[in-house]
């Protein structure tokens, strides 16, 4: 969770007023991913995946099965209603980078 703060803290500094709110905001959607699936990517219960190095286009696809409801999975598919297509960039580009264990 340490790691996903400071990232967060790094893009809030780095960008215009405007920018730092909408780090702000993409801070806000990884600390809701992080209570699952873990801030760096290692879920901590059986039936929750791993998303730490997997396919940054893959994930991406899947945020947008859940939303759609062409996956189902109730508590993603909610999450998916209030994300942008921007956000699950974000959001798939974060866990896509991080390392693989």
Sequence with gaps: MRKL????????????AADAR???QQQD??????ACHGADGIARERDVP????????YLYNQLR????GKR???????????MSD???????DYYAGLPCR
């Design 65 to 68: 099965a859940f939303r759609s």
């Design 5 to 16: 703060t400071m990232a967060a803290l790094a893009l809030c500094l780095a960008g215009s």
């Design 22 to 24: 909408d780090k702000v």
């Design 72 to 82: 189902p999975h109730k508590e993603m598919r909610y999450l998916g209603r209030h």
């Design 29 to 34: 959607l990884m600390v809701q991913c992080a």
């Design 86 to 92: 921007d956000d699950m960039q974000v959001i798939a």
């Design 50 to 57: 791993h998303l730490a190095c997997q396919q940054g286009e």
